[in-house]
């Protein structure tokens, strides 16, 4: 069974910083592509950032605000948000690219974490 599991949401005045989380857990062979998505209220979800081979891609609207970052021996992927707009409100999910133990590859997401950017 895996799992992608966040942490690190909040509540956060403009122009300050968080930190996310996500760690996969399970019976897991290999990993791909990590990255993160979010969704505000009344719109569609969208990507942020991905991270997949050392390459990274992000999001024209979090480009130098957001970077994200992988530690592979622990299957965690990191969201750094500094300068925070109230436009940065949304729910966070993480998404992984994994192959089980025993099983095809496929995606994954996790719960998803409230950001709340506003003072």
Do not use: H
């Amino acid at each position: 069974q895996v799992q992608l599991v966040e942490s690190g949401g909040g509540l956060v005045q403009p122009g300050g910083s968080l930190r996310l989380s996500c760690a996969a857990s399970g019976s897991i062979l290999s990993i791909y592509v990590m990255g993160w998505y979010r969704q505000a209220p009344g719109k569609q979800r969208e990507l942020v950032a991905t991270s997949s081979g050392g390459i990274t891609n992000y999001a024209d609207s979090v480009k130098g605000r957001f970077t994200i970052s992988r530690d592979n021996a622990k299957k965690t992927v990191y969201l750094q948000m500094n300068t925070l707009k109230p436009e940065d409100t949304a729910v966070y999910y993480c998404n992984a690219e994994i192959r089980p133990i025993g099983a095809g590859r496929r995606g994954y997401w996790g719960q998803g974490t409230q950001v709340t950017v506003s003072s």
